[in-house]
Nanobody, 125 residues
Framework: QVQLVESGGGLVQAGGSLRLSCAASGRTSSSYAMGWFRQAPGKEREVVAAISWSGSTTYYGDSVKGRCTISRDNARNTVYLQMNNLKPEDTAVYYC??????????????????WGPGTQVTVSS
């Protein structure tokens, strides 16, 4: 199984930017689709962005479209989420997820079988 660890979260003012990273280890020789999700207190976990194994196909949730960019470096086993023009409503714990053995694009939480512990993003107004 793939193990995931997120980094890059923190406190930022509204309008600011953050770059989240997700490092994968373990069985990284196989292909795996990746996604970023977030969960705010009292809310369900929602998809932020997803990327295929090759990186050629991406998906963005409506709430972040135009403000975020997902990318991956398979040589470094790392996926990134660049977030710009952050808003207070972006405050949440951000998780990365992997679906092993798959090349495609997946946006449902149930599609993923490995999750990181999460990193907190707090946006102040």
């Amino acid at each position: 199984q793939v193990q995931l660890v997120e980094s890059g979260g923190g406190l930022v003012q509204a309008g600011g930017s953050l770059r989240l990273s997700c490092a994968a280890s373990g069985r990284t020789s196989s292909s795996y689709a990746m996604g970023w999700f977030r969960q705010a207190p009292g809310k369900e976990r929602e998809v932020v962005a997803a990327i295929s194994w090759s990186g050629s196909t991406t998906y963005y949730g409506d709430s972040v479209k135009g403000r975020c960019t997902i990318s991956r470096d398979n040589a470094r086993n790392t996926v990134y989420l660049q977030m710009n023009n952050l808003k207070p409503e972006d405050t949440a714990v951000y998780y990365c997820a992997a679906r092993e053995g798959h090349y495609g694009l997946y946006i449902a939480t149930s599609s993923y079988d490995s999750w990181g512990p999460g990193t907190q993003v707090t946006v102040s107004s």
